[in-house]
């Protein structure tokens, strides 16, 4: 999101040359620059103590499709805690370790993927309303179980150059 408007005073936004960024919106009441806003969001791939891949089917939105666990960060949090929590809330697993395999950029929704294995301390799955089922796989049900071409895809495949 390129900022139009002051988000602490309200006051329009003029263009300025700031260093080697280019042209950025810049508010002259609050002196200071507003560089483009986005959403940051985790998405993990469990991984069980028996190397089988934990995938999940959302219970809103596309329910059809196994996907991972993702979620939007929160202030104040690292990437790594992010991946932690969510997989928390959303499955009830406990993780001993997170690894921060690539990053994608999600152009339909422009947000920034981070993309992580997640290894599991336990398999019993406490899952969270917003998950309809929770399904351990091994690597080959895995790949084709998620949409061809999809992030997801791309994490699935990561996991078997771990
Ligand atoms: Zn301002």
Do not use: H, N, P, Y
């Given at each position: 999101m390129r900022f139009r408007f002051c988000p602490?005073?309200?006051s329009p936004c003029t263009e300025r040359q700031i260093g080697d960024e280019g042209l950025i919106p810049f508010c002259d009441g609050c002196s200071r620059p507003w560089?483009?806003?986005f959403s940051?969001?985790?998405?993990?791939?469990?991984?069980?103590?028996?190397?089988?891949r934990l995938l999940i089917r959302q219970s809103y939105g596309d329910t059809a499709r196994y996907v991972g666990v993702a979620g939007y960060m929160k202030c104040g949090e690292?990437?790594?805690q992010a991946a932690a929590r969510e997989i928390a809330e959303e499955t009830g697993?406990?993780?001993?370790?997170?690894?921060l395999l690539f990053s994608a950029w999600h152009a339909p929704?422009?947000?920034l993927m981070l993309c992580f294995a997640a290894f599991a301390e336990g398999e019993a799955l406490t899952l969270s309303g917003e998950v309809a089922e929770g399904k351990w796989f091994t690597q080959e049900e895995a790949e084709a179980a998620v949409r061809p071409?999809?992030?997801?895809?791309?994490?699935?495949?990561?996991l078997k150059n771990l």
């Open positions: 602490e005073c309200g560089f483009e806003m940051t969001c985790v998405l993990s791939v469990v991984i069980g103590r028996d190397g089988r690292t990437a790594e697993i406990a993780v001993s370790g997170v690894r929704r422009g947000q071409g999809s992030i997801i895809a791309q994490l699935v495949k990561a």
